[in-house]
C-alpha cells in the first residue's frame, strides 16, 4: 500500500517562473493537507483540501500561490512568479475522517 | 534527558537512557493529539496519538501522557537508541475542522 508520494522531490526555479508541487494521497484518504518547513523550524500550514474544495485555505499566501485538488488526478500546489524567500520545504499530508495525518517526503524548493 | 519544546529545542541524552519530550498546547478545546518523528530529509513519521478521553497511552518504547488541566502532551521514549535522534512534533487537532496545528519541535540528539 503505497504512501503519500509527493514528486518532484527536489525543484530549482529561478526567480519569476512557476512551480508545481503534486501529491498523491494514501489509497482511500479523501483529505489533503500542504504545509511548508523552513530549515530548523516547525511545520507551517498552508491549506486543506477535500476532492474539488477548498477547505481552509487560512496559511496560504494572498498572492502568487494556489492549490487544487481535483476529482482526478493529485493534488497540486501551483506557485507563480517564484522568489528566494519561497525556497523551503513543501510537505503534503493526507488523512480520512479522525485519523492522524501521513505524510510525504516532501518537496525541497530552491528559487535562484 | 528533559527538554520543554518551546523553551528548549535541542536534547541530548546518553544512548540507553530515557528521553521524555515535552509540548505545551494551545487550545483547550482540542481533543486528539499526535506525535511525529521527523529524520533529516524525510517527511514527518506518525508515532504514537491519544485523544482527550485518555491520559496515557503505551507503544513499543514510547509513551504519551496528556495533563489537560495544564495543556501539556509529553513523549516518553525508553531506552533510548542512536536511530531515535530527530526532531520530534507534537500536533493537536480540534473537534471542527479536520484541522492539525503543529508545536515548534524538540531535536533529540542520542550519543552512544
Known amino acids: 500500500n503505497a504512501g503519500v508520494m509527493q514528486n518532484p522531490r527536489h525543484l530549482v526555479r529561478r526567480r519569476g517562473q512557476e512551480a508545481r508541487l503534486r501529491c498523491s494521497p494514501m489509497?482511500?484518504?479523501?483529505?489533503v493537507y500542504w504545509y511548508r518547513q523552513l530549515p530548523e523550524e516547525g511545520l507551517k500550514f498552508m491549506v486543506y483540501?477535500?476532492?474539488?474544495?477548498?477547505?481552509?485555505e487560512s496559511g496560504m499566501p494572498k498572492e502568487r500561490f494556489s492549490a487544487e485538488f481535483p476529482k482526478e488526478g493529485p493534488s497540486i500546489l501551483r506557485i507563480q512568479q517564484v522568489v528566494r524567500g519561497d525556497s523551503a520545504a513543501y510537505f503534503c499530508?493526507?488523512?480520512?475522517?479522525?485519523?492522524?495525518?501521513?505524510f510525504g517526503n516532501g518537496t525541497r524548493l530552491t528559487v535562484t | 534527558g528533559e527538554s520543554v519544546g518551546l523553551h528548549l529545542p535541542t536534547l541530548s541524552v546518553q544512548e540507553g537512557d530515557n528521553s521524555i519530550i515535552n509540548c505545551a498546547y494551545s487550545?483547550?478545546?482540542?481533543?486528539?493529539f499526535i506525535w511525529y518523528k521527523q529524520e533529516s530529509g524525510k517527511g514527518p513519521q506518525f508515532i504514537i496519538d491519544?485523544?482527550?478521553?485518555?491520559d496515557k497511552r503505551q507503544g513499543q518504547r514510547v509513551t504519551v501522557l496528556l495533563n489537560k488541566t495544564v495543556k501539556h502532551l509529553s513523549l516518553q521514549i525508553a531506552a533510548t537508541q542512536p536511530g531515535d535522534s530527530a526532531v520530534y512534533f507534537c500536533?493537536?487537532?480540534?473537534?471542527?475542522?479536520?484541522?492539525?496545528?503543529f508545536g515548534t519541535g524538540t531535536s533529540l540528539t542520542v550519543i552512544p
Open positions: 489509497k482511500g484518504h479523501s483529505h
Open positions: 491519544i485523544r482527550s478521553n485518555m
Open positions: 499530508a493526507s488523512s480520512v475522517n479522525n485519523s492522524p495525518l501521513h
Open positions: 500536533a493537536e487537532s480540534r473537534p471542527t475542522g479536520n484541522q492539525f496545528y
Open positions: 483540501l477535500q476532492k474539488e474544495n477548498i477547505i481552509d
Open positions: 487550545n483547550s478545546a482540542s481533543d486528539y
